[in-house]
């Protein structure tokens, strides 16, 4: 038995991934709802720390199903401040996290 997919079915597949894969930005400013920010989070996301900014309260990552994707949580200052991949963070980094 052999099994035929049309081509046109080929194409709607490449479409409905294509359109479906997206990922987000969420900033959270100082002061800003990080509770709010990791409810609205769909996996893919990344959710973006004010630096030097303090954020008080619990949080709880809700789940959001089976998924392979990661939300990622990370300061928003710019990379060539952090330490490179693999680097620790070092008492010469504090003012660029949160």
Not at 44 to 68: F, W
Not at 71 to 88: E, F, K, Q, Y
């Amino acid at each position: 038995m052999r099994l035929r997919i049309p081509v046109w079915g080929t194409a709607v597949l490449t479409v409905l991934v294509a359109t479906t894969a997206h990922a987000a930005t969420i900033a959270v400013p100082a002061g800003g709802d990080f509770q709010a920010a990791l409810g609205a989070a769909q996996p893919g996301d990344v959710i973006t720390l004010e630096p030097n900014a303090t954020y008080t309260g619990n949080s709880v990552l809700p789940y959001k199903g089976d998924t392979s994707e990661y939300t990622t949580i990370r300061s928003a200052a710019p990379d060539a401040v952090l330490p490179p991949v693999d680097v620790r963070i070092r008492p010469a980094y504090p003012a660029a996290l949160p």
